[in-house]
Nanobody, 120 residues
Framework: QVQLVESGGGLVQAGGSLRLSCAVS????????MGWYRQAPGKQRELVAAITSGGSTNYADSVKGRFTISRDNGKNTVYLQMNNLAPEDTALYYC??????????????WGKGTQVTVSS
């Protein structure tokens, strides 16, 4: 079983910064894609950013130039640096990890989420 623990959320003023972290633990053979999603009240969950094992990244248009995703493969951890935050970035942010675990079974796991609130 793979566990994801997110941290780094909080309350920040518009224009401020936060850094989210997501540590992955359990029996892991390899991790392929690591990503961050968010869900605001009354809206669907959306992809914010993702990074592959090779370092390729993908961002939602709304966060390009402001957010940066990175990963530390040695620590099985993914980060999301969020700069110039705006009230519309307020949401519950979820970590998602896809990889191969025990008995070479593929997994697609989610964290419980960390709240980001941006005040105007």
């Amino acid at each position: 079983q793979v566990q994801l623990v997110e941290s780094g959320g909080g309350l920040v003023q518009a224009g401020g910064s936060l850094r989210l972290s997501c540590a992955v633990s359990g029996i892991i053979i390899s991790i392929n894609v690591m990503g961050w999603y968010r869900q605001a009240p009354g809206k669907q969950r959306e992809l914010v950013a993702a990074i592959t094992s090779g370092g390729s990244t993908n961002y939602a248009d709304s966060v390009k130039g402001r957010f940066t995703i990175s990963r530390d493969n040695g620590k099985n951890t993914v980060y999301l640096q969020m700069n110039n935050l705006a009230p519309e970035d307020t949401a519950l942010y979820y970590c998602n990890v896809k990889g191969t675990g025990r008995d070479y079974r593929r997994f697609d796991s989610w964290g419980k989420g960390t709240q980001v609130t941006v005040s105007s």
